[in-house]
């Protein structure tokens, strides 16, 4: 009896074998899929859990400084002289000499101009000697009458004549001095609209003396401001002649009443002027130094951000991290303000861009000059970059 040994068939199709070995690469490919998914939701889930990436937002940057600032207030008025005199003539007579000669420094007490004194000499001398004769019967007279020779009237004619002949001696001697013509004061001459030989009247122009050193500057100042105004306070003023130049002075009166008309008083300062540059009739443009204070904190005016009635700023902290701070206002000067309050000396304020910053967002800090000079780098650049293209080209 033949016994047939158990076979394995793998040929048939149907066999669950087969579709075993079939599914094989299908389940792997699957797995492989799975991972690569999971894998990827990971990496998501741990970016999406980061959050965003935070960047720091370039300003420039600018330290708050304690330095001087004055509040001035600006003006135009008009330069005068010193002191300044139309010379005249006070009495009749004809120009013998003019002494000095026109743009001429003189001092106090020299002689300008002499007329002829010969008539005045003459008159002089007679009014001398009728003051003489008129001298001795008065003390004869009085003698007479302690003698009672001669009565209380004649003697009172006589004492009268002597004093008559002394005041006519006097005007004499006057109208003679009056023919010389002295400078009242130091200064200089101006031009003359006489000459030698001329026959001049009584209240006759000869010439005019002006003293230039000092000058004065007299301006019309509001009244809302003369509480902020006192004796001695500094100016600086400015002319068209000499552009750029500063000329101090220093104010030296305050007129006691405001005019009705004009709601101004008049303030008149003195300023130094040694070589004569200032020429009275000048329009000066007046700075007057109102308040003053030595250490005051002072930043940009353009880092101010007025916000209603209040005015705030970016302050920029050791964190690089930008803070809103509210100030109060004081002086504001050229490109400057004092901050009475809410800030501190050397704190880090942000001058430029300052629509870009956000509360406490992140700032990085530039500096002016740094700013400068990569705008002035880019510009080199840019320089190369055409004349290289011209090299080129040619």
Partial sequence: MQCDEPRLSF????????????????????????????????????????????????????????????????????IVANESVELKSETDGTVEEIVFKEGQEVKQGD???????SKFTAAAAEAEANFKLSQANFDRSKQLLND????????????????????????????????????????????????????ISKNTTMTWLVDLDPVK??????????????????????????????????????????????????????????KHELKPGMFANLDLTLKLKESAVVIPESSVIPSGERNVIYVVDENDTAQVRQVKLGIRAAGLVEIVSGLQGGERVVVEGIQKIRPGGKVKAVAPETEAGREGGKTGKRESEKSGNATSGR
Avoid: H, W
């Fill in 11 to 78: 040929d048939s199709a149907d066999s669950p074998m087969t579709e075993m070995i079939s599914m094989r690469p299908i389940l792997f490919a699957g797995l492989f899929a799975a991972t690569l998914l999971l894998t990827s939701c990971k990496k998501k889930a741990a970016e999406g859990g980061a959050g965003p990436v935070a960047y720091a937002v370039q300003a420039i940057v600018v330290e708050a400084k304690r330095q001087p600032i004055s509040e001035s207030l600006s003006l135009v008025g008009t």
């Fill in 148 to 199: 009672k020779l001669i009565s209380q009237q004649e003697f009172e004619q006589t004492a009268a004549l002597f004093q008559a002949n002394r005041a006519g001696l006097d005007l004499k001697q006057r109208q003679l001095k009056d023919a010389r013509i002295y400078a009242p004061f130091g200064g200089v001459m101006s031009s003359r609209p006489i000459s030698p030989g001329q026959v």
């Fill in 217 to 274: 500057v007299e301006v019309g100042v509001p009244e809302r401001f003369l509480s902020q105004l006192a004796v001695g306070q500094a100016i600086d003023v400015t002319v068209a002649t000499y552009p750029g130049r500063k000329f101090t002075g220093e104010v030296f009166f305050v007129g006691p009443f405001v005019d009705p008309a004009t709601r101004t008083a008049l303030v008149k300062a003195r300023i130094a002027n040694p």
């Fill in 111 to 117: 002689l300008l101009v002499r007329l002829d004194e």
